[in-house]
Structures are given as structure tokens and as C-alpha cells.
């Protein structure tokens, strides 16, 4: 089955620590995202690559960190820096940037203890 | 700048009632997609369609038909005979240049049986 895996479904931080959310996808899509929603409110996006080894800022990136060094896979680093990090984020993949529609994993849900 | 506006936060109806979901949109580009996604309470963003501006028929599937009106920017989805396992949460989506999708704020709907 073709799709996108998010792992882990739920994670709690302590203040202070990263955590980082793992996002692989077997669509053999170019592009992958990632998308913070808080509660009551749509998705905003924290980053995006459109290539391997490439990735942009989204609008709130700050506090966050990602990588690209395979094409199936865009794990998303939350860093101690961020400072409101209790959220669902999800990843995401299209065949093209902006393009055709995006598919979407389902989640991991953040909660800072 | 691209924006999606879905005014209606909630919307209640009842089982077999029709209801429609609002959306509207800014964008510079002359030529762009449109979509809407669904949000079960899982919380995987499942995607419904996708719209070319240059298309701007009625289309419908099943239950579902979405009226685009290119003169009004606007982008409304209608469910007929509305379901229990309808309630969702439904974003609609406008691709922002070659970066990523920006969203609504969504509308919940609950469909009481």
C-alpha cells in the first residue's frame, strides 16, 4: 500500500528537549511538508522540500529543524527553542510543489509535560 | 498574497439535510488549482478534489458537487443527504506559487442523526 507513515501517533516532551517526528512516504513524490494545526484552526506550514538535500522555510519555522537526505523521508526536529511546541503536526507529499494534491500522513500529536 | 477564507466556523444539521460549505480565495496567479480536504476526528487530512481555474463545471461525486465560481473566487462544496459519518472537519486549500498549500481556517460539521 502506497502511502505516507507517521511516527510516533503520539509524544510527549519535557521542557527543554528535542524530539524529533519521523514522516516516510512510498509515493515516490518530489515533495514533502510539514504542517503544525492547533486546536479549532487550519494548517500552517513550518517547512517544505521540493528536492533531496533541499528544503525552505515555511512561515514558522522558527524553532524547528528538518533534513532531506532521502527522497522517502523528511523527519522534523522540535527543538527546546520552540516555545509553544504542543500540537498535531502533519507531514505531507505531492508530486510537485504547490502542484497536484498533496497526501497527507495521519499525524503525531505533540504534548510538552 | 494567497488566502482562503471559510467563514463558517460550524455548521449543525441534521441526518438527510443538505449543506454546503463556503469558501473563498485571493490569489495574483491567473492560472491556479483549488482542493478540498476532509478531516475525520482520526485527524488524517483525506484529499477530496482537486480544481483547475480553467474548469469552472459543476462536478459531482455521489453526494458530493462542488460549485466554482471563478468571477466570485469562490469555491463551495454541497453535500446532498447529508450522513453521520460526514462530520468532519473540511479545509479548503489554494497551492501558494511553488511552495505549498495554504488552508482555510476549516469548517466542522456535525451531523446529528
Known amino acids: 500500500d502506497g502511502g505516507i507513515t507517521q511516527s510516533p501517533k503520539y509524544l510527549f516532551r519535557k521542557e527543554g528537549q528535542n524530539v524529533t517526528l519521523s514522516c516516510e512516504q512510498n509515493l515516490n513524490h518530489d515533495a514533502m511538508y510539514w504542517y503544525r494545526q492547533d486546536p479549532g484552526q487550519g494548517l500552517r506550514l513550518i517547512y517544505y522540500?521540493?528536492?533531496?538535500?533541499?528544503?525552505q522555510k515555511g512561515d514558522i519555522a522558527e524553532g524547528y529543524s528538518v533534513s532531506r537526505e532521502k527522497k522517502e523521508s523528511f523527519p522534523l526536529t522540535v527543538t527546546s527553542a520552540q516555545k509553544n511546541p504542543t500540537a498535531f503536526y502533519l507531514c505531507?507529499?505531492?508530486?510537485?510543489?504547490?502542484?497536484?494534491?498533496?497526501?497527507f500522513g495521519q499525524g503525531t500529536r505533540l504534548t510538552v509535560v | 498574497a494567497q488566502k482562503v477564507t471559510q467563514a463558517q466556523t460550524e455548521i449543525s444539521v441534521v441526518e438527510k439535510e443538505d449543506v454546503t460549505l463556503d469558501c473563498v480565495y485571493e490569489?495574483?496567479?491567473?492560472?491556479?488549482?483549488l482542493f478540498w480536504y476532509k478531516q475525520p476526528p482520526s485527524g488524517e487530512l483525506v484529499f477530496l478534489i482537486r480544481?483547475?481555474?480553467?474548469?469552472?463545471q459543476n462536478e459531482i461525486s455521489g453526494r458530493y458537487s462542488w460549485n466554482f465560481q471563478k468571477s466570485t473566487s469562490s469555491f463551495n462544496f454541497t453535500i446532498t443527504a447529508s450522513q453521520v459519518v460526514d462530520s468532519a472537519v473540511y479545509f479548503c486549500?489554494?497551492?501558494?506559487?511553488?511552495?505549498?498549500?495554504?488552508f482555510g481556517s476549516g469548517t466542522r460539521l456535525q451531523v446529528q442523526p
Open positions: 522540500s521540493q528536492i533531496v538535500n533541499d528544503f
Open positions: 480544481r483547475n481555474s480553467f474548469d469552472e
Open positions: 505531507a507529499s505531492s508530486l510537485g510543489a504547490g502542484g497536484p494534491e498533496a497526501f
Open positions: 486549500a489554494l497551492p501558494t506559487g511553488r511552495r505549498a498549500l495554504t
Open positions: 490569489t495574483r496567479d491567473t492560472t491556479y488549482y
